[in-house]
């Protein structure tokens, strides 16, 4: 079975610019979350989607946003871009059967200038 | 507010010796436990699970102890292996609608010396 896969890898973007990123679960795994690790803060969950729902959601301002399709690939956009967006970020999958063990993406590298 | 943390920023091992990595939590709702490995720019791979009715889980080399009482859980590794060098996060989920959403630790260095 394939892993989660993000697209692209590593992105670099310029302050005010917005930015997706793009998450495909694995296989059969309905539940998508995001998470953000920089140095300082570590990682930190972002949002989680269920069958194209927001079911929970972090501490982040409305800039971060996401969605789900139908497919439950998940992508999630960062508008209006700031120097402390500069992280790495992860999406994770989990089936219906085990919810809460969570399996990881490589994750996009985003670097804002 | 630090929901869960890991107190040893880093840990060294003699391989073949036990690593021993600890996570304190303070949030009595949270059910499940987890433990991840994460090698720099990559994500976290996950490697044990416990829930809150459980007091060890075992899987290979891995096991992973939970003391409710002291809110408190330990990975053990033996024997360690120079592969094993990684950073480990604990992490924990307060179950119901809340299963996507981990708070996870500030993670520990463990290094593994042949």
């Known amino acids: 079975k394939a892993g989660v896969t993000q697209t692209p890898r590593y992105l670099i973007k310029t302050r005010g610019q917005q930015v997706t990123l793009s998450c495909s679960p694995i296989s059969g795994h309905r539940s998508v979350s995001w998470y953000q690790q920089t140095p300082g803060q570590g990682l930190q969950f972002l949002f989680e989607y269920f069958s194209e729902t927001q079911r929970n959601k972090g501490n982040f301002p409305g800039r971060f946003s996401g969605r789900q399709f139908s497919n439950s690939r998940s992508e999630m956009n960062v508008s209006t871009l700031e120097l402390g967006d500069s992280a790495l970020y992860l999406c994770?999958?989990?089936?219906?059967?085990?919810?809460?063990?969570?399996?990881f993406g490589p994750g996009t590298r985003l670097t804002v200038t | 507010d630090q929901q869960v943390k890991q107190n040893s920023p880093s840990l060294s091992v003699q391989e073949g010796r036990i690593s021993i990595l600890n996570c304190d939590y303070t949030?009595?709702?949270?059910?499940?436990f987890l433990w991840y490995k994460k090698y720099p720019a990559e994500g976290p791979t996950f490697l044990i699970s416990i829930s809150s009715i459980k007091d060890k889980n075992e899987d290979g080399r891995f096991t992973v102890f939970l003391n409710k009482s002291a809110k408190h859980l330990s990975l053990h590794i033996v024997p360690s292996q120079p592969g094993d060098s990684a950073v480990y996060f604990c992490a924990a989920s307060d179950g119901g609608t809340s299963y996507g959403k981990l708070t996870f630790g500030q993670g520990t260095i463990l290094t593994v010396h042949p």
């Open positions: 994770a999958s989990s089936s219906d059967r085990v919810l809460y063990e969570q399996y």
């Open positions: 949030n009595s709702m949270f059910d499940y």
